[in-house]
């Protein structure tokens, strides 16, 4: 039976868009769905998974994503939670490749320093 597994990450970064073009600091958290049959009661070590993800958050907390150059030149245009999905989702998904789990979803909230929740955007793999 296939279990889901959701691992929570929070980093903090800023960064401008066209609608808001002042730089300015947002609360950020990435949930990461990894699904698998469980083995030995577990469908991942979630020490391994962090192991994996946490250089990918370390690349792009406390920058200014607009000009970080680990995200692509369309993520780093518009680093929104969308854009932000899809670089955590492209660095992670092939680590896990040998584990025998899929990165079935990856989710990034948005929150102001204080904690005032934005909302959220969420990729799921078909």
Known sequence: MKTTVLV????????SLSI????????????LFVTGIPRNGM??????LREITNPHIER?????????????????E???????????FSHVAPQLEG???ELSGVE???REP???EWGSARLEVD
């Open 60 to 76: 792009i907390a406390n920058t200014y994503l607009n000009e970080n150059e680990v995200l692509d030149q369309r993520q780093a």
């Open 114 to 116: 204080e904690g005032n």
């Open 20 to 31: 808001r073009e002042t730089s300015h600091t947002h609360h950020w958290t990435l949930k």
């Open 108 to 110: 990034v909230e948005i």
């Open 99 to 101: 584990y025998d789990v």
């Open 43 to 48: 469908v991942i070590d979630i020490l391994k």
């Open 8 to 15: 929570p990450f929070e980093f903090y970064a800023s960064y």
């Open 78 to 88: 518009n680093p929104t939670c969308e854009m932000l999905c899809m670089y955590f």
